[in-house]
């Protein structure tokens, strides 16, 4: 019996092997294009609206800006981060000093970019006449948060450049792991900032042409690392072109029906994004001031209800932590129905009626009267939809001039505190006026936490806080579905950051 086990396992050594072998062969058999031909053509996509790196929060504009400019990390073939510039890294024995060893680039216009260029962009990022809706990327740097509130000169910054090719940040505490928000668009070097096609890139690409309809990127020759670049161009247009261009790359717009997405070219890739949908209520109204009553309305609700809704590569959650990997533990349980009449009998109700702010959009509208069903099991609840347009929408929620909306959040980074912050009592993005104690203490604590993964752990105690009190109620993750054409690989989709990578793309013979 075991001479059986030996010998099955080798075969099945063997086996793998062969494919392992079959794979590569199969893969060195097919053939470049020509450089000519090396295009990738990108359809249905949202033209890019701002140049500066500092000041860019549409994605269209941060996946065209990293593919100009390169930083010290950046998304790489596979959509994960790794280093960029940085040739190597280093940190202090205390933990809050990160030294990086730069590798040599210059732009199109024979700019060098040097540790004194991140310093200079650093220091930008966290002066309050920049006005960055990132500056809070960098809080952990040394004098940071002082400089943005005006308390402080950026010069005063923990970035210094030790020599041409040495860079130094020094944080406010140790922290392990910092590195990893450095691949944000944010963090991008600009040596100078103009209009689109004035932009002198070190990156992959550079922008040779924009208009109302049309991007086109062509191969920077002059970047660091432009033997691995083989495409020689990037066309992002405006039109969808489901019906006219079937090859290429479409994003699948929401509703589009499977006899079109079946006629397109290539293979269907759903990616998951950061992004997550929720129910959040404003704990400072009435009744959702009681814990056990916004409970109700979590337990009640059955996300699996509106499925039918989402588009194809989003998924239903029970987690505000949508990127996190580890698995957790259920945060409610109970009757809902239960849980409910005694909530009526405390608050001396006979039927409750509340009213759900959502926003004008097709898949919305569908999930918010989906939601509306499922809350109304509760007997004596009553939900009135209201949808606005987003702006008037964001204006109220902002505002806390709402009793329950339809919600969402695009974290700016990738750590688990992106999803947490809003929810701190004196955040000045939380409009749902929640304030607890506790949960204060555990974002004070995990961001004194030195190693990631203590920290996550305990920013997973305090997401369990939230879904405790119920305080968000997680409802889908975002993702976006793609036909990528057969003869384009190594194209990398991120999670979080530019929504697709074609730095080191490969177009071949179909």
């Known amino acids: 019996m075991k001479r059986f086990f030996i010998g099955a396992a080798l075969l099945g050594s063997v086996l793998i092997l062969f494919f392992v072998i079959w794979y590569g062969q199969r893969e060195q058999a097919r053939?470049?294009?020509?450089?000519?031909?090396?295009?990738?053509?990108?359809?249905?996509?949202t033209l890019p609206e701002q140049p500066n790196a500092l000041l860019a929060i549409d994605p269209s504009s941060q996946t065209v800006l990293s593919h100009i400019y390169e930083g010290l990390y950046r998304f790489g073939a596979d959509g994960e981060i790794e280093p960029g510039l940085v040739e190597s890294m280093t940190r202090s024995e205390d933990g809050a000093t990160y030294t990086f060893n730069l590798k040599a680039s210059e732009t199109?216009?024979?700019?060098?970019?040097?540790?004194?260029?991140?310093?200079?962009?650093?220091?930008?990022l966290a002066d309050d006449d920049t006005n960055s809706p990132f500056s809070f990327l960098i809080e952990d740097v040394l004098n940071a948060k002082a400089i943005s509130l005006g308390t402080k000169q950026p010069e005063e910054l923990g970035a210094k450049a030790i020599d041409e090719q040495t860079f130094e940040l020094t944080l406010e505490r140790p922290m392990e792991g910092f590195e990893q928000i450095l691949a944000m668009p944010a963090f991008l070097p600009q040596p100078m900032i103009g209009e689109w096609r004035e932009l002198d890139a070190n990156g992959p690409f550079q922008v040779e042409s924009i208009d109302a309809v049309q991007v086109t990127l062509?191969?920077?020759?002059?970047?660091?690392?432009?033997?691995?670049?083989?495409?020689?161009?990037i066309t992002i247009l405006a039109d969808e072109g489901l019906d006219s261009e079937p090859d290429g790359i479409h994003p699948i717009p929401y509703?589009?029906?499977?006899?079109?997405?079946?006629?397109?070219?290539?293979?269907?890739?759903?990616?998951?994004?950061?992004g997550v949908f929720y129910l959040k209520p404003n704990v400072d109204e009435y009744p959702f001031d009681d814990a056990d009553f916004r409970r109700a309305l979590a337990l009640v609700l059955d996300r699996e209800a509106v499925t039918g809704s989402l588009a194809r590569s989003e998924r239903t959650t029970e987690r505000l932590l949508v990127t996190d990997q580890t698995e957790v533990e259920p945060s409610l349980d109970g009757d809902a129905v239960k849980l409910f009449e005694e909530v009526l009998g405390r608050l001396e109700e006979e039927e409750i009626e509340i009213e759900l702010l959502s926003f004008v959009d097709e898949e919305a509208r569908q999930i918010?009267?989906?939601?509306?069903?499922?809350?109304?099991?509760?007997?004596?609840l009553q939900v009135n939809v209201v949808e606005l347009p987003l702006g008037d929408k964001v204006r109220k929620e902002v505002a806390g001039?709402?009793?329950?909306?339809?919600?969402?959040?695009?974290p700016d980074y990738p750590a688990f505190s992106a999803y947490l912050t809003?929810?701190?009592?004196?955040?000045?993005?939380?409009?749902?006026?929640?304030?607890?104690?506790?949960?204060?203490?555990?974002?004070?604590?995990?961001?004194?936490?030195?190693?990631l993964a203590d920290r996550n752990e305990t920013y997973r105690q305090a997401e369990k806080r939230l879904l405790e009190e119920a305080v968000v109620i997680p409802i889908?993750?975002?993702?976006?579905?793609?036909?990528?054409?057969?003869?384009?690989?190594?194209?990398g989709f991120p999670v979080i950051g530019p929504s697709y990578v074609l730095a080191f793309s490969k177009v071949y013979e179909k």
């Open 255 to 274: 509703g589009t029906d499977e006899a079109t997405i079946e006629a397109l070219e290539g293979k269907l890739v759903d990616v998951p994004r950061s």
């Open 108 to 124: 199109v216009n024979g700019n060098a970019i040097t540790a004194e260029t991140f310093v200079n962009h650093f220091r930008m």
């Open 422 to 451: 809003q929810f701190e009592t004196n955040n000045y993005l939380n409009s749902s006026g929640y304030t607890d104690e506790t949960f204060d203490r555990l974002m004070d604590e995990a961001r004194s936490t030195e190693v």
């Open 368 to 380: 918010a009267q989906t939601i509306e069903t499922e809350l109304e099991q509760l007997p004596g």
């Open 401 to 410: 001039d709402y009793a329950l909306s339809l919600s969402g959040w695009q």
């Open 476 to 491: 889908y993750q975002a993702g976006r579905s793609y036909t990528v054409d057969s003869k384009y690989a190594v194209i």
């Open 31 to 45: 053939e470049l294009l020509p450089p000519e031909e090396q295009i990738v053509t990108i359809h249905g996509e």
């Open 218 to 233: 062509i191969k920077n020759e002059t970047y660091y690392d432009a033997e691995r670049v083989t495409l020689e161009k």
